[in-house]
């Protein structure tokens, strides 16, 4: 049985629009996404208050670990970025650079990345390059890669969601993880 949906705009308790969320109506207090704040919904005549969920997400690298946001250089790869892009490569063994995260994708491509790590059930880190302009022209200077979703594992780039895919289904992609973990 189909729960018809709805969109409805949610916005924070101090009255900005904060976000679109869809809405069961059968059960208006349930997001399809996870709110760090209540939130009132307003569906026709019937409002509800959101209760407080905390999502239970480990920071990936803070905005700032790359960079000042949205700020000058037209994208360039800095020597700055590219060392804070080494490090933190070299501290995490599987990165995917993507657009959203592994919570909440914001691209079909990189929904089928996260959807492939998961089902390999490898620990990895994201960075959502939609933060900030920088990093994301940064990291096209980079991988010398100009897509996304892109896949870093050891350190190494490994390719996009198309290749990501072929070496998931082939096995290669989860022989190369288990490397990577042991090493």
């Known amino acids: 049985m189909a729960t018809a949906m709805r969109s409805v705009q949610a916005s924070t308790?101090?009255?900005?629009?904060?976000s679109i969320a869809e809405v069961s109506t059968s059960a208006p207090t349930s997001l399809r996404c996870g709110w760090?704040?209540?939130v009132q919904l307003a569906t026709g005549s019937f409002s509800a208050s959101v209760p407080c969920?905390?999502?239970r997400i480990r920071p990936v690298a803070p905005r700032?670990?790359?960079g000042p946001p949205g700020g000058g250089g037209g994208g360039a790869l800095t020597p700055e970025l590219k060392e804070a892009l080494d490090k933190y490569?070299?501290?995490n063994?599987?990165?995917l650079f993507m657009k959203g995260n592994k919570s909440f994708p914001q691209c079909g491509f990189s929904n089928t990345c996260v959807q492939i790590l998961n089902n390999l059930e490898v620990p990895y880190e994201t960075v959502n390059i939609l933060e900030d302009e920088n990093l994301r022209q940064g990291m096209k200077l980079y991988s010398a890669w100009p897509?996304?979703?892109?896949?870093?594992?050891?350190?190494?780039f490994f390719g996009g969601c198309d290749i990501t895919l072929d070496a998931?289904?082939?096995?290669?992609?989860k022989e190369l993880l288990e490397k990577a973990m042991l090493s």
């Not at 897509?147 to 190494?156: A, R, S």
């Open 36 to 38: 760090k704040q209540g």
């Open 168 to 173: 998931y289904q082939s096995g290669e992609l």
């Open 13 to 18: 308790l101090a009255g900005r629009a904060a």
């Open 53 to 55: 969920r905390q999502l």
């Open 147 to 156: 897509t996304f979703p892109q896949l870093y594992i050891d350190g190494e």
């Open 64 to 66: 700032s670990a790359f």
């Open 93 to 95: 063994k599987v990165v």
């Open 89 to 91: 490569l070299s501290e």
